[in-house]
Every structure is written in C-alpha cells, then in structure tokens.
C-alpha cells in the first residue's frame, strides 16, 4: 500500500509477520499429521495450499492457530472515539500520542458526513472553538495534562496496534458487523483494514463476511428491565464483591504449588496468621507470585473522565465494563485543580460544558443522529466504569498508579480503591502501593520525585 501522503487518514497495515501465514499453516498440520515441527515447517511453503488448510481447520472451529500470525497496525488521524473503541481489545498492544504531554492545538479533528454543508460547517466552528479555548489554557499556565480535559472526542488520535490474527477477526467483526459498525468511521476503517489484510493473509480472511453476516450480537438487549429511580452514588470507588478469605486462600495455593503438599496440610499451616503473613510477604518477593490471581476483586469507578477511561483501559489484564460513548452524560464533568484554583478560567471552563452539553441537545432534538453526536461531548466529561482485577494485576495497577508521577485523577481513584481494599484483606494489600513503597526502590530514575521516605510512611499508615 501506499503510505507516500503522511498526513493521510485512516487505519493501515504496516506490518506482519514475516512468515505470513505459513507458521499459521504449520501449526494447523502439526496437531493432526506425522513428522517433526521442523518436517511440517517446510511442507508449509506453498501460499495456496496453506490458505485452503487455513480455511478448513478454521471453519472446524480450531481458530488458535490463527494466533500465529500477527499484524501491526497504524491508526492515523482518526477520532478519540475510534481510538477508545479500539484500545478495548485487551489482547492487543497499543502506543497511543499521549494527550498529557503532547500539545494538540493544531491536531484537527474528524469531521462526520452530515447531510448539509451548513451543517458541516457549523459543526468545524463549533468544534474549533474548544481547540481554541484549549490553547488559551495552555497559554495562561494550564498543563496540558489538565487543558486535554477541553478537547473534543472528534480530535484527531494517532496510535500502533499490534496483534495477533485471532484477536484481529474479532476487531474486524466487531468493526463491521457488531458495536462498531454503526459509526460510519469505525465502519470505514474496519473495510481498509479488511481490503490490507485480504490482499496479504488471503487465508485467514477467507469468506470473511459470509462467516459473519449471521454472527451473534455483541450488545445484549436489557429492554425488559425495569430499572428503579435512585440517587447515584457519592463514593468515587465502590467495592462491588471480592474473594472472602482471600490471604489464606492466596497462601493455602502459594504452599501447594511451591511444596506439592497436600490440601489438608496447607490449611493447617494457614490457620496460623502470622505464617500466612509471611508466605505473603515471602511471595511479594519473588517475580512471579501467581497464588495472587486466585485472589479477585471488582471494583467499581464513579466519574471517570473519558481522558482517564484511557488509563485504565491500558490495563490489559483484567476485566472491564465501559458504557457506550452515546450515553455519556454531557452535564457531567471533572474539574482539575489547577483550574478550580482560577476564578477567570473556572468560569470558562464550566461555559465550555454547558456549550457543549447545549449544542448537543438541541441537535438531538434537531433528530442528528446519535452516531454523530457522540462526537459532541469533552474529554473532561465522565463515565461510570467497572474493573475486576486479581491481586496479582492490582500490583501492577498500584505500584503506577498510586505513584506521584501517575495521572492525578487516576491517582486519586487508585488511592481510594486501594483503602477499600486494605480494609477487606488487610493481610494482602498492606503490602500494596507504588513502587516505593512495594519494593522498596524507584524505578523512575532521574524523574524521580524525591519522596521515597514520605511515600513509605504514607502508604505505611
């Protein structure tokens, strides 16, 4: 393909494994024919028999083998929606142009297909005066990191995907016949990416769409539930359901894998709270604690902003519930401190909102449809999400978030949930906090906040 204009948007293959589909082949004869791997590699070489192998082991419904080939994807100058549809697939890898550090004032923005010029037109001006807006508070002192809050969801978002050729169909599938396929944008970017990956895996994307056009909905229907009318919740983390007695649970599988005893003896050595702390504490030390993953817990975040939804979508290993972005509550959003502390820009900030949230109600009721509104709402604007993570991950999760250098309103979230936490299973996530603290040691070098001693004493207490 192509890729002589830079500046182009949309999404683009730029990458695969070097092998093609001729290890995904391999591996499809390996399970069923004699010989040795190697023996197998080399009868794997001719492209069209191993598209038509590839088709018949796939269609028997053995689609691991499609996981040997892997694509790496560029996603250029495509909507803030498309990229917190995409970052979503958990088995994939994403490097996303972080709106913390990078100035976006001149990154543009995409424009949806409307049906009249005037509309076109009054949608660009609408949306360049928040790009503006953004601007004047970098300009007056804001961080970026805190300005990013004004920029519209249509804003531009440049970001690589890697993945493996299972986890890629259902991207596909996802963009052209489930959730994504009734934005015109997602829909647009899952046929080029089906047109590249055709033309060079003709195998794996064999009647692609024929295997699709009856696929099972990926949105349940829950019209048959009467919701009552209730007051949301105040907490900025709820702790949903959790593993009872998980310290002794996470001990009792520490000391059957590590010292093959049997079930009866690892109770008993458990029933002593002090051995328990000090399995926990011996397992902490090590780099693979895996007794950890039988401990899990569901927590639920309360107003997270659509900039900090990125945050804890990065986290690939867990679990997580995101409300579509077309019920996005235009009259909610968060306030950074910095701006809270300046009346002038506090004022402007909150007209921003109410512009935003206006705009988008009378077009709604002008019958734009939601498919195009959803673009009308700020990166500051928030939603309710739902983890579940185990306490192996939720490690990982607090030693960057809780961190000084983390996200000040992920931090925040970390913090609280993290209390929560400690008061459930104690024994467990006494031990849990940034890396400082964790491990005894900062791993960020010379950015570095100086503070080890305060941090331990903090998380300490």
Not at 76 to 99: C, D, G, M, P
Request: charged share 25%; aromatic share 10%; with cysteine.
């Amino acid at each position: 393909m192509d890729f002589s204009d830079l500046n182009t948007s949309g999404a683009f293959l730029v990458g695969l494994s070097d092998c093609g589909e001729k290890v995904t082949a391999a591996g499809g004869r390996v399970s069923t024919q004699p010989g040795t791997a190697l023996g197998i590699w080399a009868k794997s070489q001719d492209e069209e028999k191993n598209a038509n192998l590839i088709d018949k082991v796939t269609r028997s419904g053995h689609n691991s083998v499609v996981e040997h080939t892997y694509y790496n994807l560029v996603f250029q100058n495509v909507s803030a929606v498309v990229e917190q549809f995409i970052i979503e697939f958990r088995l994939a890898s994403f490097t996303v142009k972080s709106r913390r550090y990078v100035d976006f004032s001149d990154a543009g923005f995409y424009v949806p297909q409307f049906e009249s010029a005037e509309m076109t037109e009054r949608y660009k001006a609408h949306m360049r005066s928040f790009f503006e807006l953004y601007t004047e508070f970098t300009e007056a002192g804001i961080q970026k990191e805190d300005a990013r809050f004004l920029l519209p969801y249509c804003l531009y978002s440049n970001f690589f995907c890697s993945v493996n050729g299972r986890e890629f169909l259902h991207i596909l599938r996802a963009m052209l016949y489930g959730r994504g396929s009734k934005y015109p944008e997602i829909r647009a970017l899952g046929e080029q990416l089906l047109a590249q990956a055709r033309e060079r895996t003709p195998g794996i994307l064999h009647d692609f769409e024929a295997r699709n056009e009856t696929a099972v909905s990926d949105t349940p229907d829950f019209s048959f539930v009467a919701l009552p009318q209730t007051k949301s919740a105040e907490a900025s983390v709820e702790l949903l359901s959790y593993t009872p007695d998980a310290a002794k649970t996470v001990a009792q599988n520490a000391l059957i894998e590590y010292t093959g005893c049997d079930t009866a003896a690892a109770k008993s050595a458990c029933a002593d709270e002090k051995t328990v702390e000090k399995i926990l504490s011996a397992l902490l030390k090590t780099s693979r604690p895996r007794a950890l993953e039988s401990a899990n817990y569901t927590l639920r975040y309360n107003g997270v902003s659509l900039s900090g939804l990125t945050h804890f979508t990065r986290h690939r290993m867990h679990a997580i519930e995101i409300p579509e972005l077309i019920y996005t509550d235009r009259n909610k959003h968060i306030i950074p401190p910095a701006v809270q502390e300046n009346p002038e820009l506090l004022q402007k900030y909150n007209a921003a909102f109410e512009k935003m949230a206006a705009e988008y109600e009378a077009l709604k009721a002008a019958g734009v449809p939601e498919t195009d509104l959803v673009y009308y709402q700020l990166s500051g604007n928030t939603v309710d999400i739902v983890s579940t993570m185990n306490a192996r991950e939720l490690l990982l999760f607090f030693r960057l978030r809780t961190c000084t250098r983390a996200q000040w309103e992920i931090r925040a979230h970390a913090i609280e949930a993290l209390r929560l936490l400690r008061e459930v299973s104690p024994e467990i996530f006494k031990f849990y906090g940034p890396s400082c603290f964790a491990d005894g040691k900062c791993p960020e070098g010379k950015f570095s906040c100086g503070r080890m001693a305060e941090m331990q004493k903090v998380f300490g207490e």
